[in-house]
């Protein structure tokens, strides 16, 4: 059974950062990509970043790009998300996702919600004005 789970969520003011980190395990599990995304109260979630975990690929919504960076280690089936220059609009709940399927052909379907089989409970990220 695979099991993510995230931690490094909390309250910061406008401008600051924080670190989100998501462990994956499980006895044989091994990603192909894992990714982030969030939700607020009322709106559907939405893509925020995702790696590929073979090469380099990285993916970024348009509204995060050239704040956040998105990481991984192999080694701990682990992934991360930098967040600097935070705004009160990325106050959300953030939810780690994982792949362990096949690698996707096209660069789109990584920003999708059907890509990912395992998904963790979520992280409330504050951001205050």
């Known amino acids: 059974q695979v099991q993510l789970v995230e931690s490094g969520g909390g309250l910061v003011p406008a401008g600051g950062s924080l670190r989100l980190s998501c462990a994956a395990s499980?006895?044989?599990?091994?990603?192909?990509?894992m990714g982030w995304f969030r939700q607020v109260p009322g709106k559907e979630r939405e893509f925020v970043a995702a790696?590929?975990?073979?090469?380099?690929?990285?993916y970024y919504s348009d509204s995060v790009k050239g704040r956040f960076t998105i990481s991984r280690d192999n080694a701990k089936n682990t992934v991360y998300l930098q967040m600097d220059s935070l705004k009160p609009e990325d106050t959300a709940v953030y939810y780690c996702?994982?792949?362990?399927?096949?690698?996707?052909?096209?660069?789109?379907?990584?920003?999708?919600?059907?890509?990912?089989?395992?998904w963790g409970q979520g992280a409330q990220v504050n951001v205050s004005s």
């Open positions: 499980g006895r044989t599990f091994s990603p192909s990509a």
């Open positions: 996702a994982a792949r362990a399927g096949a690698y996707y052909s096209g660069d789109y379907y990584y920003t999708q919600e059907y890509a990912y089989a395992y």
């Open positions: 790696i590929k975990w073979s090469g380099s690929s990285t």
